[in-house]
């Protein structure tokens, strides 16, 4: 459960606008350790992805930032930081969550059955075309239960409360885990993803956003930048 560097230094803030941007100024500010995690109680204006925002009640949820320097990536496979860190959480919930049916939606959602229970918001610095940082954002919804339908938490899965602190070290545990075996051993890190990607090899409904329409397609791979096959 001890972490070399993940959560090593750690900071909580009960309440905080965001813990990406906290996080984005900081690095501005001073130079941290990799590893470094902001973890906040509240987060007033969450960001989630694609612009929207991020809600949760107080108290009840993980909200983290994890900054990591995984300048071995280049901008065209920054898509495995992704994959690493959804697995990382999929390994997380499923040791907490043994018999629930766990899948990554493509790129970074975690669903249980078919309801969301994290979402991963992860925000590159680049130099040219590596990457110089990453601030990788967690939101998991643990304790709290006056949700809405299309998502779910692990208290209305299992019925029970959870430490939100001895979480986190577990979670960090785990990220750290597939940080290093994503230098080690990429090729894992793709497989893994894929035997537990959502829909992966079945017919399903897709939206073309640009043009407006829904379409029918199966997912057949992942290109390196992320793309759909
Ligand atoms: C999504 O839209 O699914 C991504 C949500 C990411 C939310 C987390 S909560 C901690 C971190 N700080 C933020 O402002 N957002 C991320």
Redesign the pocket.
Known sequence: MDTLFVGQNYIFLPET???????NTLITERRLAEGTV?S?GF?S??????G???E?AKDE?????VLLYPRFLSVHNQFLLSKCIALAIFDFLTKFLPTAHVRIKWP??ILVSAS?I????IENGLKGEQIEYSIV????NVNEISIDGKRTSMKTITGLDYDLRYLEKILFSCIEARYLQMKSDPGTVSKDYLSVLYGFGEKMKFKDKIHNVEFEGIINGIHADGRLI
Do not use: E, R, Y
């Open positions: 606008p965001s813990t990406n941007s906290f996080l902001i906040s987060q204006s969450g960001k989630g992805q694609a929207n925002t991020w949760a949820n993980i909200m983290i930032s970074n959602d969301k994290c979402g991963v918001l954002g967690i939101g998991i």
